[in-house]
């Protein structure tokens, strides 16, 4: 082995022990950066952690504050369906006190009305004065309606119609104030209507009730007529004569004495 091999082996040794070092340098920084690095790892995975537990805090508090919101909806939906039930019921309340105040005011005017009513139907059944031939007397509305209708036929001519309104009259109101005048009448009509019978004895009826009527002396010269029609000239004068005894002084008396002298 020569000087140069010698020299070439001795660099080689150097050599070697340089790349020693340098390798152990470069595991020793490669290791320190690998404990860096593991470190970041830890300290990033720490973070990660951290973070989502962060995230997962912040997602139930969203969850919990979704539930609340919802909650709060529902809160406030019943409270909008409460609201408008209290203003519907407000507005029935209103629609029904009106209602009731035009039930109260219909049911005022009806009681007045029926009041008025009444007042009516009791007035037409109240008695009347009524002044007669002179004379004064009370009658029932109707019977006062009633006779009022049966002359107003009278008037009219309507001698059929006139008795059967008065002889219904009579029967009716046998005790009215209007009974004698009725008689009267009624034996005029029938006279009108040559039912001279019935005529008499209706004035004899009238004379026998009501002797001191008013009318009484026209309804016995009104017999004496009947008698005429009848023929029997014998019972009308005496009738006569006995109208002018009983009642001297009046205008029929007059007229029977002026009668009683073509008789003669």
Not at 2 to 26: D, E, F, P, Y
Not at 230 to 254: N, Q
Request: charged letters at 25%.
């Amino acid at each position: 082995m020569n000087l140069r091999t010698l020299s070439l082996l001795a660099g080689s040794k150097w050599l070697v022990v340089w790349g020693l070092s340098a390798w152990i340098g470069i595991a020793q920084a490669a290791l320190f950066e690998d404990n860096e690095a593991r470190k970041a790892i830890l300290d990033l995975r720490q973070r990660v952690e951290q973070s989502n537990a962060a995230i997962k805090s912040l997602t139930d508090e969203n969850a919990q504050l979704r539930r609340a919101l919802l909650d709060f909806q529902g809160q406030i939906d019943g409270l909008k369906a409460e609201l408008s039930q209290s203003r519907g019921a407000q507005e029935q309340a209103t629609r029904t006190q009106a209602e009731l105040a035009r039930a109260v005011s219909d049911f005022q005017i009806r009681q007045k009305d029926l009041a008025v009513g009444v007042e009516d139907r009791l007035r037409r059944f109240d008695p009347v004065k009524v002044t007669l031939d002179g004379l004064e007397f009370m009658a029932e509305p109707a019977e006062k309606r009633d006779y009022d209708a049966a002359m107003e036929t009278f008037r009219k001519g309507d001698f059929a119609t006139a008795q059967l309104a008065l002889a219904a009259f009579v029967q009716r109101y046998r005790t009215s104030g209007y009974a004698a005048s009725s008689l009267f009448w009624l034996g005029n009509a029938q006279y009108a209507n040559k039912d001279y019978k019935e005529s008499m004895a209706n004035f004899q009826l009238m004379l026998k009730s009501a002797p001191t009527h008013p009318r009484a002396p026209e309804a016995m010269l009104a017999v004496s007529n009947v008698q005429i029609e009848l023929k029997d000239l014998k019972g009308a004068r005496k009738t006569m004569e006995e109208l002018v005894k009983a009642y001297p002084a009046s205008e029929t008396a007059a007229t029977a004495r002026e009668r009683l002298l073509r008789l003669r």
